[in-house]
């Protein structure tokens, strides 16, 4: 009778997907970390730069190149310096790999522009000699106590969404310097704040175990969940693409550790719920949209776990045992795939900040024999062009992220976008006391030649 059962087994491109440990050359270390804690992820990353907090006076922040591994050295090495207090989460902007802004303990949120020459290590892993980058472009003031989360806009440019312990939620346009919308009844401090793929809606977990799904354009909620893990751990939350289906990270009554997925329909109950395990640490789930696969990572362990979601029950399907290590990360981020060595069928880059051994750059890959471009792993992902403006999003436009192909024959060269030109405040003063000198020798000048200019 065994004999003449079918096992289907579920195929997958990405079940074998495995990943490395680094070599020692390949990661970046010498480092001394903040030691706030918090809810955020600690580190952020651009196909080009990744960023990480320091230890010290003014909220110091390393921002380093992917391409040049090595050791950092404090006070040789360039940083990006300019709050008057720690700083606690940053955020890349995605349509310009050199543009982040970082939020404080002071409650401003700064947004700094990496010079094209920025080299905190040389080509030899070593520290290289630079000055700090201290001027920012724009700073946003509007939050009343320390703020705690940022994110972008996925499809607009200069849309940025923050959080912050005066339990407010604000949408800014960092181009004009101005709020756009402000959700001021959070109720408690927020664990988590993310867009949905076309950046019409905002979600936010709260300490008060309340999910709540935000239109941002009004700075008002659309939709709730109340309590969607039993347990006392932060919630994390994540759109699983443009499927109307919603993941959320936390832990049951027992603490164990569990995903639940829902319909952003129907948010009564949970369409599936998986018990992960009965680790203390917060899982980070971070989700690529473009092939499907979830990989959900763990502050305080060293295991990253590989799962791929399908639009249908059981929604995820665990790939395999992923990657472990004994060394524990303090956070987690993922590298936007333009950043991504194709040609290596490399999936996915996840960025793990540890304690004291650095930041290690986790490679997932599916193994081919080909040397081709794969395509059927690779589908278009988004680029780095924005489907609209800041204003033409509030005003009510909704629209897709832009795309592009990975395959390197159609691509163009710069995996970065164009590099954004804001005037700051600085140069704007520089400019108008050189405007009045000019003014004023002008007129001395017409005085002298008697010629009335009133």
């Not at 522009?113 to 080509?123: A, F, H, L, V």
């Not at 076309?198 to 175990?209: M, P, V, W």
């Not at 473009?290 to 590989?306: A, C, E, F, H, M």
């Amino acid at each position: 009778c065994i004999s003449k059962m079918a096992f289907k087994i579920r195929t997958s491109k990405y079940r074998h997907i495995f990943c490395d440990a680094p070599k020692p050359e390949e990661c970046f270390t010498g480092f001394k970390l903040s030691t706030l804690t918090g809810d955020q992820q600690y580190i952020k990353a651009s196909a080009k730069y990744f960023a990480v907090a320091l230890f010290g006076g003014g909220g110091p922040i390393m921002v380093g190149r992917h391409d040049r591994p090595g050791r950092f050295e404090s006070g040789t090495s360039s940083i990006v310096q300019g709050h008057k207090g720690a700083v606690l989460d940053f955020d890349f902007n995605p349509f310009d790999d050199s543009m982040f802004a970082s939020a404080s303990e002071d409650t401003t949120i700064k947004i700094w522009s990496i010079p094209d020459d920025w080299e905190p290590t040389d080509e030899n892993g070593l520290a290289k000699k630079g000055d700090p980058l201290e001027d920012s472009l724009v700073d946003l003031v509007g939050h009343r106590k320390k703020v705690t989360l940022l994110r972008f806009h996925p499809t607009a440019s200069n849309v940025l969404g923050s959080c912050s312990s005066d339990y407010s939620v604000k949408v800014w346009d960092i181009e004009k310097g101005e709020e756009i919308s402000s959700f001021n009844e959070m109720g408690d401090l927020a664990h988590d704040i993310v867009w949905d793929v076309n950046g019409d809606q905002l979600a936010t977990s709260c300490k008060d175990k309340i999910v709540r799904l935000m239109d941002p354009r009004a700075g008002s909620v659309s939709g709730t969940i109340d309590k969607p893990h039993e347990g006392v751990k932060s919630v994390k939350l994540s759109y699983m693409g443009d499927t109307g289906k919603f993941l959320t990270v936390g832990a049951s009554r027992q603490s164990a550790r569990e995903v639940k997925i829902w319909d952003l329909k129907n948010l009564s109950e949970p369409l599936t719920c998986e018990t992960i395990d009965t680790a203390s640490g917060v899982l980070v789930p971070l989700y690529d949209s473009d092939t499907g696969v979830l990989y959900l990572s763990g502050k305080g362990d060293g295991i990253v776990r590989p799962y791929e979601f399908e639009d249908k029950n059981p929604y995820l399907h665990r790939l395999n045992d992923g990657f472990r290590s004994t060394a524990p990360a303090k956070g987690v981020c993922m590298v936007p795939k333009r950043g991504l060595d194709v040609m290596a069928c490399e999936t996915a880059r996840i960025m793990k900040l540890t304690n004291n051994q650095g930041v290690h750059p986790l490679k997932f890959i599916v193994p081919r024999k080909s040397d081709a471009f794969q395509d059927d792993i690779f589908p278009d992902c988004a680029s780095a062009t924005p489907a609209h403006t800041a204003d033409e999003w509030a005003a009510g436009s909704s629209k897709a992220p832009v795309t592009m192909s990975l395959n390197p024959r159609e691509r163009k060269d710069d995996i970065s976008g164009p590099k954004k030109k804001f005037r700051t405040v600085g140069t704007l003063s520089k400019e108008l006391d050189e405007a009045q000198k000019r003014i004023a020798f002008l007129e001395k000048k017409l005085k002298d030649a008697g010629i009335s200019y009133d």
